[in-house]
Nanobody
């Protein structure tokens, strides 16, 4: 069974940085795409960043240039969040896909205060 476990969430002030980690039970190369989504209160879950097995990394419109997704080429995905803003407050979910199959972590809360 595929498992994804996030860590690194917490409370930060606007303008600060935070790094999220996600440990997968399989190699990142086992999937057709790995990345991060987030869901703010009262809003739909949205794409933060995804690394496809083929093609270029993609970022959500609201985080481009501030967030960077990467892997350790083994079984961990990272999300480096710089210059965070209040609107980045959300639960962040690690995601892995294999074709039509989707796997999710339990989510980690990020709260940004002014």
């Amino acid at each position: 069974q595929v498992q994804l476990v996030e860590s690194g969430g917490g409370s930060v002030h606007a303008g600060e940085s935070l790094r999220l980690s996600c440990r997968l039970s399989l190699s990142v190369y086992s999937f057709t795409g790995v990345g991060w989504y987030r869901q703010a209160p009262g809003k739909q879950r949205e794409l933060v960043a995804v690394i496809p097995s083929a093609g270029s990394t993609k970022y959500g419109d609201s985080v481009g240039g501030r967030f960077t997704v990467s892997t350790d080429s083994a079984n961990t995905i990272y999300l480096q969040m710089n210059n965070v803003k209040g609107e980045d407050t959300a639960v962040y979910f690690c995601h892995a896909a294999y074709g039509a199959l989707n796997y999710w972590g339990q989510g980690t809360q990020v709260t940004v205060s002014s």
